[in-house]
């Protein structure tokens, strides 16, 4: 697919900011709204003493339902990219916006199967951890540049939203090894969190070293030291 040209801005000539309000931004805000309903579903189904109900958890018609919309919002993240670079519709507004909400929709999974007894608090704090510390990072090391989404981070992604979707759905009612898989994709998708997670802080230190070693060529170059200065 070839990206869509911009139109040029009239007076500048320049291309044209794409508007706020277009179709990639309102898939990312779907994504954002979509995550109360996910968890509202789960709370339905889970009506054991975790939620203060009275019975045990259905793993029925509302799981399913809450694996449905984790699933739609997934495909979203994957729509909303692909259109905001094939159209040009990038924003400062997504950039921000996007993986705020992929970190809001994989952090209630998380905490959700938690909850829920289905996934050790150890991966979900790990996991967590690592994402609010590249977030972090990311905004210390602003003034040295922008850190871009690397290979690794997008694998991560990939592994934790199949991972916790897999797990989602009542597979114990399908197949009980399937439940081992999505368990063991789960680990997988810590691993390379935390590798991911190790490889960004490298990237930063190394971001830092090299703009300041820039920026000091650069002052020295401006104003080099005559003979008087020795």
Known sequence: MTDTPRELDAQTGQPAEPPLLNIANILTMVRIALVPVFIWLLVLDAQGEVFGGSGEATNGGWRW?????????????KIDGDLARSRNLVTDFGKI??????????????VMLSLLGELPWWVTIVIL??????????????????????????????????GLLLMLLPLVVIATWLADVAFWIMILALAVTVVTGVDYLISAIRMRRRVRQERADSAAAEHPRSPDDD
């Not at 602003?142 to 997008?154: D, E, H, L």
């Open 65 to 77: 339902a809450a694996a449905g919309v984790f699933a739609l919002a997934v495909l979203t993240d």
């Open 97 to 110: 916006a996007d993986p705020i909400a992929d970190k809001l929709l994989i952090g209630a999974g998380l």
């Open 129 to 162: 951890a690592r994402e609010l510390g590249v977030t972090v990072l990311r905004m210390v090391v602003i003034r040295y540049g922008v850190m871009p989404a690397s290979r690794g981070g997008k694998l991560k992604t990939v592994l934790q939203s199949a």
